[in-house]
């Protein structure tokens, strides 16, 4: 097959592989590209964004709960007023608005049971503990205030773990999707490293079908033209192939060895004519 191939057709193939590797390489790169941002991207969004907004949720319940705190102890030196009161209240609220805000997140559902699992946990300690302990301040009642004591602990324990689970969660989907990435990459590294040892494969072949169908014949071809030069006919020109150069040895150069032939026995035949008429 390579032997019948055109020196035309040869160069075509050349560059159409070539294009060819050349666009598997750009389309590879830019793949990489889009997956290393898209990774990125979800592990920021899930590691930072999400995280974030469970920690600011956090903190203003903590900061809650210590202000809860301060006004029951002056208690015992002056009445809580209605406008601390409700400041503790409007506070509650705040505090409440940014736990909805991190619950309305459109969470994968990986994330959905444990998400589901702190907002109960952040209800019941809102709920059964913080908000009576504000009513109690309003109130002034110390009793309440107390018997809460037992309860907001224990609460505040379950809420603990149920957001320490969802943090951990969160790391643990983080490193997965590092670990695809990171699979991901070697992968198209791999890919990357196929395509460069096609490409001196065909280079290999490319050179190997020049030497063998163009340089060698046409090298081969001067010897022998050369030959006839000096006046040698008797040598014999291997005719390989059907492609341009396979014709050209099979024809032209051919017909040309004839003629060289020809005049040279027309060249002897019209000495001896000349010898003969001398005598």
Avoid at 223 to 233: C, F, K, T, Y
Wanted: hydrophobic content about 45%; some cysteine.
């Amino acid at each position: 097959l390579l032997d019948n191939m055109s020196v035309k057709t040869s160069w075509a193939l050349v560059l159409a592989s070539f294009t060819g590797l050349l666009l598997l390489v750009g389309a590879i790169g830019g793949y990489t590209i889009w997956y290393s941002q898209g990774a990125l991207a979800k592990v920021r969004d899930v590691q930072v964004e999400q995280k974030s907004q469970l920690n600011r949720a956090n903190s203003a319940l903590l900061n809650l709960r210590l202000h809860v705190q301060d006004n029951y102890q002056a208690l015992g030196t002056a009445a809580t007023t209605r406008t601390t009161a409700d400041a503790l209240s409007q506070e509650a609220e705040s505090v409440d608005a940014l736990f909805q805000a991190f619950f309305a997140t459109d969470f994968t559902p990986r994330y959905q049971a444990q998400v589901a699992q702190v907002e109960q946990a952040y209800r019941a300690l809102f709920d059964t503990a913080v908000v009576p302990r504000i009513r109690a301040l309003a109130a002034g009642d110390r009793d309440t205030y107390l018997a809460l004591d037992d309860e907001a602990e224990r609460l505040t324990q379950q809420f603990t773990t149920q957001a320490v689970g969802y943090f951990e969660l969160v790391e643990e989907q983080g490193s997965a999707l590092y670990d695809t990435f990171q699979r991901t990459a070697i992968g198209l590294e791999i890919a990357m490293g196929i395509a460069f040892l096609a490409t001196v494969l065909l280079i290999v072949v490319v050179v190997w079908g020049i030497t063998v169908n163009v340089t060698r014949p046409m090298g081969r071809l001067v010897d022998h033209v050369e030959r006839i030069a000096g006046g040698n006919l008797h040598g014999r020109i291997e005719s390989r192939g059907n492609n341009e150069i396979g014709r050209l040895f099979a024809g032209r150069y051919q017909r040309a060895k004839g003629g060289a032939r020809c005049g040279v026995l027309d060249n002897s035949a019209a000495g001896s004519g000349r010898q003969e008429a001398l005598r």
